[in-house]
């Protein structure tokens, strides 16, 4: 039993032990692991190997968020893991807020103030324009 499984991982062979059916795939770089069938049913399947070797250091991830955002943001604390949250300061506002380190990189982040602030001049707007009879 061999077959290509969401073009990524290749399953060697299917174990069942009671009720519970667990599957032992291959990934791409090589490494073979046996999963339960419901986590390889989310799709969000990852070798846990090569998964920890590329974690960034400090130095790695102030030098991605500074590239990425260019002084919009200012980093405050101390990056400690993708899943961690970090500290960060509009310099629009100098408003700080926390956000996750993963979703700061690969996301597009935006000061919840400054979002704040502009919605509330947009909906002024709106309702400066509909009392001067601009009708939407």
Not at 70 to 77: A, D, I, V, W, Y
């Amino acid at each position: 039993l061999s077959y290509k499984y969401n073009n990524k991982l290749q399953v060697l062979e299917i174990l069942r032990e009671g009720k519970a059916i667990s599957v032992k795939v291959k990934f791409p770089c090589g490494h073979e692991r046996i999963l339960g069938y419901k986590y390889l049913k989310t799709g969000k399947v990852v070798c846990s190997v090569c998964y920890n070797k590329n974690k960034l250091s400090k130095e790695e991830f102030e030098e991605r968020f500074n590239s990425k955002y260019k002084g919009k943001f200012e980093l405050l604390s101390e990056y400690k893991g993708s899943s961690r949250k970090v500290l960060v300061k509009c310099k629009n506002c100098n408003a700080e807020f926390i956000i996750r380190g993963h979703n700061a990189l690969y996301l597009e982040i935006h000061c919840p103030y400054c979002y704040k602030l502009a919605k509330k001049y947009k909906d002024y707007k709106r309702v400066k324009e509909f009392k001067e009879g601009v009708i939407y």
